[in-house]
């Protein structure tokens, strides 16, 4: 059979698990600034090769992953999002309705498969051993991050598990497939297993790739190193959170903001905290008016403005995230929250960290690792190893660039929380909340009704077409 359109054409793509793939289409990727290579020379050159990692950087865009959905969807599902039903857009995950949560699956393992067959067509291609080493690392980082996201969706965490729900984590997958012939219908792996693997793939990212880069918007050894320290995190391997997150800062990649600079750097091309950020070229790669970042977030079109409307504003921050940024006086990001307009209906206080890359609406790069959260990793894993003094330093860091006094004498719980309380400011509205409380066996708390850690829901839903193509795999309870 011949091959094309292996990498960004999915209009004749059959999935189980996101690994069919049959061609009937004109090129085999298509990406800037080449249009397309045959598929005579499909991924048997260094130009080919490099256009296959760029594919695969750029399904980072898509909706279901960091377009909106890995961002927007763990605000919305946990206890700092509130829909406002401007738009009807995420009211239903707002709510925790049944089969209304990460839908990423499909995306994620059409996105492993490109990537394993590239790992496999660098393996063999006559090239540099230093080009073969960059790619090697960069495609591994992505794998990475491509299961890590589908176990935070679909699967426990290591450290908090519902025993009688748990069904392990996800197909594991290392192999590429181009033809029906190629496919393989694994079951779950356990947690541990997917775990391990990523584990793996983020130390030979580390190993082959330079600490740290110009553009945060390829992988690094710092970024490896900065994802690693949170895997780490979601298994409970404290010391090893702690050390990489060290690692990654003494990596460089990324600047720790100052507090005259902090709320200026969310306006900027690159945020400079950014360790790895996924990088929108034009409007046309965003999800646009009705889905991007911004149109989700706010109403605005530009700070302060409050004549002309632009988005939906279809997530607010709730009341009790705002009145914790208000028990405290002098908090610098209470900035990134104002009222928006009312050309959708009521006016809300609304979140413009998502403003628009240089003024054009619609238009943000994302940044996925930020310097911050390396500080309050490394917080979070200190206090929960008896280092308190550490933590509290770390705590320190994160507050006192907020323009909040340092804390003293804190330890033991009132230390926890108070770290998991500034990780829940800082990083509000950055995608983290709902995989934070999920991490921690905590229960979700918020209006209507609370979400307890044991209900079926802290779960996505396996697709149903997986299911159905796949006799092998086990769905989550409730579905």
């Known amino acids: ?46 130009e080919a090769i490099r256009s296959g990692l760029a594919a695969s950087y750029a399904r980072l865009r898509n909706l279901r992953i960091y377009g909106r959905d890995l961002i927007a969807l763990p605000e919305a599902l946990s206890d700092n999002g509130t829909a406002t039903n401007k738009s009807g857009r995420l009211l239903a995950e707002n709510l925790n309705n049944p089969y209304a949560h990460f839908a990423n699956w499909q995306v994620a393992y059409i996105s492993i498969n490109q990537i394993n ?32 996201d589908l176990m935070r969706a679909f699967a426990y965490d290591p450290n908090a598990i519902v025993a009688a729900s748990n069904k392990g984590g996800v197909p594991l997958i290392l192999k590429g497939s181009l033809d029906v012939g190629d496919v393989t219908l694994p079951a779950r792996a356990s947690i541990d297993e997917v775990y391990a693997q990523i584990i793996k793939d983020l130390e030979a990212a580390i190993a082959d790739l330079p600490a740290r880069a110009s553009s945060p918007h390829n992988a690094t050894g710092g970024a490896a190193m900065a994802l690693l320290s949170r895997v780490h995190l979601y298994k409970g391997d404290w010391a090893n959170a702690a050390k990489f997150a060290t690692d990654a800062l003494a990596s460089r990649q990324g600047t720790f903001a100052t507090s005259a600079n902090y709320v200026a750097s969310w306006r900027t091309p690159i945020n400079p905290e950014s360790m790895f950020e996924v990088l929108f070229f ?118 006192t660039r907020a323009g909040l006094p340092a804390r003293t004498g804190l330890a033991g719980t009132a230390l926890m929380t108070e770290i998991l309380r500034q990780r829940r400011l800082e990083l509000a509205f950055e995608g983290h909340r709902w995989f934070d409380l999920k991490r921690r066996g905590l229960d979700v708390v918020k209006s209507p009704s609370t979400i307890a850690f044991s209900d079926f829901r802290i779960l996505a839903n396996l697709p149903i077409r997986e299911i159905q193509a796949n006799t092998n795999l086990v769905q989550n309870p409730g579905y």
């Not at 793939?21 to 080449?34: F, N, T």
């Not at 006559?126 to 960059?134: E, G, H, L, S, V």
């Open 1 to 46: 059979m011949k091959i094309k359109n292996i990498f960004l054409n999915t209009t004749k793509v059959l999935v189980f698990s996101g690994l069919l793939i049959s061609g009937a289409c004109s090129s085999l990727i298509d990406v800037q600034p080449r249009q397309s290579i045959d598929s005579s020379t499909a991924l048997t050159s260094p």
């Open 282 to 399: 034009n409007v046309s790669e965003s999800p646009g008016v009705n889905e991007s970042l911004q149109s989700t977030y706010t109403t605005m079109v530009a700070l302060g403005n409050r004549t002309t409307t632009g988005g939906f504003g279809d997530l607010v921050p709730t009341d009790g995230l705002l009145a914790e940024l208000n028990s405290e006086a002098g908090d610098l990001r209470r900035s990134f929250y104002e009222l928006g307009t009312a050309g959708r209906g009521t006016a809300r206080i609304e979140c413009t960290k998502f403003l628009g890359k240089n003024g054009v609406l619609n238009l943000d790069n994302v940044p996925l690792i930020r310097v911050s959260e390396m500080y309050l990793n490394r917080a979070e894993a200190l206090a929960m190893s008896g280092n308190d003094a550490g933590a509290l330093a770390d705590l320190n860091a994160i507050r």
């Open 117 to 148: 067959l590239l790992i496999e067509a660098t393996e063999k291609l006559n090239a540099d051993a230093a080009f073969k080493k960059q790619i090697n690392g960069e495609a591994k980082f992505l794998r990475a991050l491509f299961y890590f």
